[in-house]
């Protein structure tokens, strides 16, 4: 009997544990190495809150999302959709729902059990993963990795590159890999935040009242995107959902101008004109915040992120009041770093790789999920693509180990 091909993945996140999988289930030996000391550490961490593992809308609309990459994304996001992904997950016994955004969750609404079950799938199919395990360097297409100082080259008759974009370095996702690429000429797209918070110079007072307190049924807006949601106060700034749809733009202006603001409409449900009505009713005797929120139903955070964004708020009249409740504009001195964003853009440039994802100047060097130049919002879309990158190029590295080439 002739022995199995031979495939190793770098980096135990979802795109290499599906990677692995995938080549498993085409009668490959398979080897994982991952350099933290567990694997899918940025995946658990996503779990904590909730785990948004995909979204229901309809396809067309999904792949829109992916921005300038959707069209190279497409065909990978066809091959495993988001109904194939909820079907993987029933198959590991994880059961999923919709919720009223469109996510999809799963029913635990964490990750650990949705982990497990796809690590002992794994080792039934004969894939061994090592931890502790770092990529140093490559021997042709073949990586050479290091284990508690001992360097070895893994015999592989194809490798899937799957160690993360450069965001929440201290989970395993540094971005180091980048240098190696680059010696070897692979064309890359800086890395940059995607999906982070914003900095905000918030003054003192508000910082030590406020820090970690939510806002609440909040509408936030920049460059004429507008995106509701919730929110929160942080020592350096705002996170949330809404701040991180709109990050992107947020970057995109500080980087073209130097300077940049987000709009808050703290009542989304009422006109300017009907608040305006109600706050010309307020009681003279009553403090401005107790007024705001008899008047109105403002919120202590909402009538501190007013004075924040205007020191002489408490003065104005009722329609620039309400003109400022409805824009209450505040400065954004820098979008999160690196180490706080939840995804990183940037990466290995489509044009350095085949149809396969394979590094056109590297045969049998595969490459998938957030190495390579997308970029998503959250909603599921990272993880989506993550596993369906790492599915596409599993298939191709077991082909290439076959002698089979079906990329161009």
């Given at each position: ?56 809308e309809p396809f067309e609309r999904f792949v829109a999302r ?81 284990t508690n100082g001992r360097r070895e080259t893994i015999a ?253």
């Amino acid at each position: 009997m002739a022995p199995k091909p031979r495939i190793a993945v770098i980096g135990a996140g979802p795109a290499g544990l599906m990677a692995a999988e995938t080549a498993a289930r085409e009668n490959c030996a398979v080897t994982i190495c991952d350099a933290m000391p567990s694997p899918a550490r940025k995946f658990l961490m996503a779990g904590r809150s909730g785990l948004n593992i995909t979204h229901s809308e309809p396809f067309e609309r999904f792949v829109a999302r992916y921005g300038p990459a959707a069209d190279w994304l497409r065909p990978m996001l066809k091959s495993f959709s988001p109904t194939d992904m909820r079907e993987f997950c029933e198959a590991l016994g994880v059961g999923t729902f919709v919720g009223t955004s469109g996510r999809v969750f799963p029913t635990a609404m964490k990750a650990s059990p949705l982990l497990r079950a796809w690590l002992a799938r794994l080792a039934t199919l004969g894939v061994e993963l090592r931890t502790r395990t770092r990529l140093v360097d490559f021997d042709g297409g073949a990586p050479i990795v290091e284990t508690n100082g001992r360097r070895e080259t893994i015999a592989a008759d194809a490798t899937v590159l799957a160690l993360g974009g450069a965001s929440w370095p201290r989970l395993g996702s540094d971005g180091g890999w980048a240098r190696l690429l680059e010696q070897r000429g692979v064309a890359l797209a800086p890395f940059r935040p995607s999906n982070c918070g914003l900095d905000i110079a918030w003054s003192e007072p508000f910082r030590q009242k406020f820090e970690g307190l939510p806002i609440k049924t909040a509408r936030f807006r920049h460059a004429g995107k507008s995106v509701a949601g919730e929110a929160v106060i942080t020592r350096s700034g705002l996170e949330g959902g809404p701040v991180y749809a709109l990050s992107a733009e947020v970057a995109a202006t500080l980087r073209e101008k130097g300077s940049a603001a987000i709009m808050i409409d703290l009542k989304p449900d009422m006109s300017e004109s009907a608040l305006a009505a109600r706050l010309a009713q307020r009681r003279g005797k009553d403090s401005f915040a107790n007024s705001l929120r008899k008047a109105i139903g403002l919120s202590p955070v909402a009538v501190g992120l007013l004075r924040e964004s205007d020191t002489q708020v408490a003065t104005r009249d009722p329609a620039a009041l309400a003109t400022l409740v409805k824009t209450c504009a505040l400065s954004v001195v820098a979008t999160a770093g690196l180490e706080r964003a939840i995804s990183s853009a940037g990466g290995v440039l489509r044009e350095a790789l085949d149809d396969g994802l394979m590094l056109r100047k590297t045969p049998g060097l595969f490459v998938a999920g957030e190495m390579l130049d997308w970029d998503a919002p959250t909603g599921g879309y990272l993880l989506q693509a993550s596993i369906a990158t790492g599915r596409w190029a599993g298939a191709a590295a077991a082909n290439h180990a076959r002698g089979i080439n079906i990329a161009g």
